[in-house]
C-alpha cells in the first residue's frame, strides 16, 4: 500500500519551455502533498507543501509564480514549472502523507528535469 | 535553528552490523522517520518512533531517546543492496519533517 505516482520520469527540453509534473497518490487519499528539490550530494529541499483544495505554501526563496502547484483533488497535486531555464534543471521529487502525525511521507519516483 | 547531524559517510562488510547514528535540534518534536534513498531515486520509508526505545523490523531496527535529541538506525546482516544513504528525519511541531544529508553508507564484500 501507499503507492505514489510520478510523471514524467525524466524530461530533457529547450530553455523557455513550461514543464509539468504530476504526483498522484495511487491507493490512499492525501490531504498533504510535498514538493522537493534536490541538486546531486545534497540533501532533500522542501519547496512547498500543498493542501487539497487551497494554496499552496511555499518555503522561503522558492517563487511561487515560477513554481505553480495544484492540489485539485485529494489523489493528484501537480508543479508547473514555467519558462524553465538551465538553473532550474533538478531532481524533483514529490510525497504524500494519508495525514496524521505518525503517517510517513510516501515519495514518488522522482523527475528528472534538464534544461537545454 | 532546527539541525541534523549525521555521519557523512560509512562503511562496513556484507553480512556484518552497522549502527549509524543521528542527533537533532528542532522546534518541537513529533517523531522522527528513517528513510533509506539510493544513488538516483528517491527516498524510501524505513521507520518511525516517536516514543522512547527500539523498533525492530526485520533486519533494520531504530532507537530514539528524546530526551537526548539521540537516534540511531541499526542494520543488521548487511548486504550489498543496502549500499545507500540513510537520512534520519525529525518531525518538528508543525508535522514538518527536517532534512538532513544524511549518511552515506558503502557495503564491501
Known amino acids: 500500500g501507499a503507492v505514489v505516482s510520478q510523471h514524467p520520469s525524466w524530461v530533457i527540453c529547450k530553455s523557455g519551455t513550461s514543464v509539468k509534473i504530476e504526483c498522484r497518490s495511487l491507493d490512499f487519499q492525501a490531504t498533504t502533498m510535498f514538493w522537493y528539490r534536490q541538486f546531486p550530494k545534497q540533501s532533500l529541499m522542501l519547496m512547498a507543501t500543498?493542501?487539497?483544495?487551497?494554496?499552496?505554501?511555499?518555503e522561503q526563496g522558492v517563487e511561487k509564480d515560477k513554481f505553480l502547484i495544484n492540489h485539485a483533488s485529494l489523489t493528484l497535486s501537480t508543479l508547473t514549472v514555467t519558462s524553465a531555464h538551465p538553473e532550474d534543471s533538478s531532481f524533483y521529487i514529490c510525497?504524500?502523507?494519508?495525514?496524521?502525525?505518525?503517517?510517513?511521507?510516501?515519495f514518488g519516483d522522482g523527475t528528472r528535469l534538464s534544461i537545454l | 535553528g532546527q539541525n541534523i547531524d549525521q555521519p557523512t559517510e560509512m562503511t562496513a562488510t556484507e553480512g556484518a552490523i552497522v549502527q549509524i547514528n543521528c542527533t537533532y535540534q528542532?522546534?518541537?518534536?513529533?517523531?522522527l522517520f528513517w528513510y533509506q534513498q539510493h544513488a538516483g531515486e528517491a527516498p524510501t520509508f524505513l521507520s518511525y518512533n516517536v516514543l522512547d526505545g527500539l523498533e525492530e523490523k526485520g533486519r533494520f531496527s531504530s532507537f530514539l531517546s528524546r530526551s537526548k535529541g539521540y537516534s540511531y538506525l541499526l542494520l543488521k546482516e548487511l548486504q550489498m543492496k543496502d549500499s545507500a544513504s540513510y537520512l534520519c528525519?525529525?518531525?518538528?511541531?508543525?508535522?514538518?519533517?527536517?532534512w538532513g544529508a544524511g549518511t552515506k553508507l558503502i557495503i564491501k564484500p
Open positions: 528525519a525529525p518531525q518538528d511541531s508543525n508535522y514538518q519533517l527536517i
Open positions: 510525497s504524500a502523507s494519508p495525514g496524521g502525525g505518525s503517517q510517513p511521507q510516501h
Open positions: 528542532t522546534s518541537g518534536f513529533n517523531g
Open positions: 500543498s493542501n487539497e483544495g487551497s494554496k499552496a505554501t511555499y
